[in-house]
C-alpha cells in the first residue's frame, strides 16, 4: 500500500507520507492543468508529481486540488487559506498541512552520501556539537547508519527552516542547529536558530528504516 500514514499533529496540522509505486499515475492523481504539464517531465519528476497529489487527495478527502508556488518557491494550495508543505526523496513524498500555521517539511532517504557533504552544510560549532552526540541518538545499532541518520537531522532541520522562512532565502549557514534532543529510539525534537534574526524554532523529527523527516508548525 503506498500510503504509509496520515497523522493528526493537532486539531489544526496534519501530515502525511507516502511512498512510490507503480499503481500510482499521474492520470489517476492530478487535474487536467497539473496533467497536461507533467506528462512532459522525466520519469522521475512524474512519479514525484503522483505520490504528491495522491497523498494530498488522501489527505483532503477528494482531489481536484492544484499546487501552485510563490516566486520565494513556496508552495500554495490554490484557492484555499491551508498552509502546506511538501518534501520528496528517493521513492518517498510528505506533505503537512494547516488550516492555522505556516508549516514546512523535509524528508531524505537514508544513506552514507550525507556523511561525504557533511563540510558543505555544517558550522563549525554543529560539527563539534554532532560529535557529542554520537551514543545518545541511537536510531540504528549499525554505527555507520547512526553517523548518517544523525548528519540527515541537521541537513533535513536545515532545509525545514529555509522552507518556512523561504522569503529570506537563507543559507545554510545562517541556520544554526542548537540542540537535537531524543524522545524515543524514532522520534525526538530539534531547536534551530535562524541566526539572522536570532528567531528560534522547535522541530520534530521522526526516523525509520528508510527515512528521517522534519517538520515545523
Known sequence: MPLLYIERIDEYTQLGTW??????????????EVYNRARTMCNNRQKETAAVYA???????RGGWIIDHEDSGRPILRHSDMEIGIS????????????????AVDIEYISDRICKIEDKFM??????????????????????????????????AKETMYKYYSDEHLA???????????????????????ALSGETKTLV?????????????
Open 19 to 32: 511512498q512510490f509505486d507503480a499503481c500510482t499515475h499521474i492520470e489517476d492523481v492530478c487535474p487536467p
Open 55 to 61: 497523498l494530498l487527495n488522501e489527505m483532503l478527502g
Open 88 to 103: 520528496h526523496t528517493k521513492n518517498y513524498a510528505s506533505i503537512i498541512l494547516s488550516i492555522r500555521n505556516r508549516v
Open 123 to 156: 558550522r563549525a560549532d554543529e560539527r563539534d556539537y554532532s560529535q557529542t552526540l554520537y551514543g545518545k541518538i541511537n536510531v540504528s545499532s549499525d554505527a555507520y547508519i547512526n553517523k548518517a541518520c544523525i548528519l540527515l537531522l541537521f541537513w533535513c
Open 172 to 194: 545554510l549557514q545562517d541556520i544554526k542547529i542548537e540542540q537535537i534532543t531524543s524522545n524515543s529510539i524514532d522520534n525526538g525534537n530539534i531547536i534551530c536558530q535562524n
Open 205 to 217: 523529527y521522526k526516523v525509520n528504516d528508510c527515512t528521517v523527516l522534519t517538520y515545523l508548525v
